[in-house]
């Protein structure tokens, strides 16, 4: 009998087992995303800054104002500046009048049957407007003989059909509401063709401002993304590996939301996760078994991401690849070959190696060095994987950002300040003309920063911040 119960146990544990490792379901595990875009017309050497222009008639500056115009023009990743002199380059929009081709009042009738069966007729009146009005956008390199010379590095139109501005190649047409009668329509028309046209132009300002706006930051800005990231979760309580793999996905998940604009992600904050799930891959080998292959598949696609969003083109694209090579779901790996792609290319057409940094990273006032990711003047001096050098020689500094303050500042180190007037302090000092404090968020500091109103914030063992006066 004692036999026949030990039987029984170990063939029940033997299920049990195989059922463990035959089935793993998967599940897609979305986490947000934040980066620069690099420009698809990278200029050599960078430009910081720009000036914004806008030209036109009276008549439409007395319609929208041109300083409105201006304030809503925008570069995404560059600095607008307000002194001409001061610019890299203009940003400028040509708008021309709107100029009417044709006003008619229009007519059409119905036709249809009353309860008697009578054909009644009925008839519509509208008034249509036939009119031009272009806008085109030009970034123009500025040159030494007048404000709004230069040479032209980008032209184009922003409202549609191409043309010459003033021509009627780019026409468009207005129509009002319809009206019982054409007096109805004529009296609409008299009354509110002044205002129709006002919002005409002023509707349309704003759409070419939009257009130009999007379109020049693409092709010469830094735009800010985001975007909503799959990492794959395993989904299989039964399954031995399920609990830590779930783990380590939502502590990667966690990780990558860490990171900014300003701040990318490091290898040593997600190399527990890296080693993880490479044993997973490690371990599961089996080449027709369905769990190992789904286990694999997961641990594959979230190196490529850890990968991938380190701006590792090399590393990334072994496990696209790789993935490729496992044989399930062949569609994801092959948007993850895209995406690496896409981005080695951006790399290429630029030479900037990142996707997170201010724009000063790649631009200073002075030249010390040679030998920074992206440096066609030679000013930022050496970047080193730990760190950057700043480009007054200052010396390294533990691998955080140093910051170029334009509007005479000097550099801001993550463990030593200077203010505005260049004045050196540690970092316990508190200066009312300091700039943004950036710290680490994995620590490495004194535990303060200093915010843009002089108050210092901080922070406890654990690195949380608090606010609060010193």
């Not at 830590?244 to 904050?269: H, I, N, P, S, V």
């Not at 007054?392 to 910051?403: F, N, P, S």
Request: net charge negative; aromatic share 12%; charged share 25%.
């Amino acid at each position: 009998m004692k036999k026949i119960v030990i039987l029984f146990i170990l063939l029940s544990g033997f299920s049990l087992l195989s059922a463990q490792t035959k089935k793993v379901d998967l599940d897609s595990f979305s986490c947000t995303i934040k980066y620069r875009g690099l420009p698809e017309r990278p200029l050599n050497p960078v430009v910081a800054n720009y000036f914004c222009l806008f030209k036109c008639s009276d008549g439409i500056q007395n319609e929208i104002g041109t300083t409105r115009v201006m304030d809503a023009m925008e570069i995404e990743g560059l600095e607008k500046v307000y002194n001409p002199a001061d610019a890299d380059i203009y940003y400028q929009i040509d708008m021309s009048d709107l100029h009417i081709i044709s006003e008619r009042t229009l007519e059409r009738k119905s036709e249809h049957k009353d309860k008697d069966g009578s054909v009644v007729v009925d008839y519509y009146y509208w008034v249509e407007m036939e009119y031009s009005l272009n806008a085109v956008g030009s970034i123009i390199k500025p040159n030494d003989n007048a404000t709004n010379g230069g040479d032209i590095l980008f032209r184009e139109d922003l409202l549609g059909v191409e043309g010459n501005l003033g021509t009627t190649e780019n026409t468009k047409v207005y129509r009002s509401n319809e009206f019982r009668n054409s007096k109805e329509a004529d009296n609409f028309w008299r009354r509110n063709k002044n205002i129709t046209i006002h919002k005409i132009v002023v509707d349309y300002a704003a759409l070419a401002i939009t257009n130009a706006n999007s379109r020049i930051s693409k092709q010469f800005g830094f735009p800010a993304i985001k975007i909503d990231f799959n990492l794959i979760i395993t989904n299989e309580n039964k399954h031995l590996e399920n609990e830590d793999f779930r783990t380590a996905t939502q502590t990667l998940k966690a990780t990558l939301e860490r990171m900014t604009l300003y701040q990318g992600l490091r290898l040593e904050w997600v190399s527990r996760e890296v080693e993880y799930f490479i044993s997973v891959v490690d371990r599961y080998k089996e080449p027709k078994q369905k769990a190992d292959i789904h286990l694999r598949h997961a641990a594959l696609h979230n190196l490529f991401a850890i990968y991938y969003f380190l701006d590792d083109v090399e590393n990334a694209a072994k496990y696209a690849s790789l993935l490729m090579e496992n044989g399930y779901q062949t569609s994801k790996a092959n948007a993850d070959l895209q995406l690496i792609t896409a981005m080695d290319n951006d790399f290429r057409r630029t030479g900037i190696k990142t996707r997170h940094f201010l724009i000063y990273d790649f631009y200073t006032m002075e030249g010390h060095g040679n030998n920074s990711r992206y440096d066609p003047r030679g000013t930022i001096g050496t970047y080193l994987n730990n760190g950057y050098y700043d480009g007054y020689g200052q010396g390294r500094h533990d691998g955080y950002r140093v910051r170029y303050l334009k509007n005479h500042g000097g550099y801001i180190p993550s463990d030593n300040r200077y203010n505005r007037n260049h004045h050196f302090c540690d970092g316990n000092c508190n200066h009312d003309h300091g700039y943004n404090g950036v710290y680490d968020e994995h620590g490495g500091h004194d535990g303060h920063s200093i915010d843009i109103h002089g108050d210092v914030k901080h922070s406890d063992s654990t690195n949380k911040i608090q606010t609060g006066n010193k």
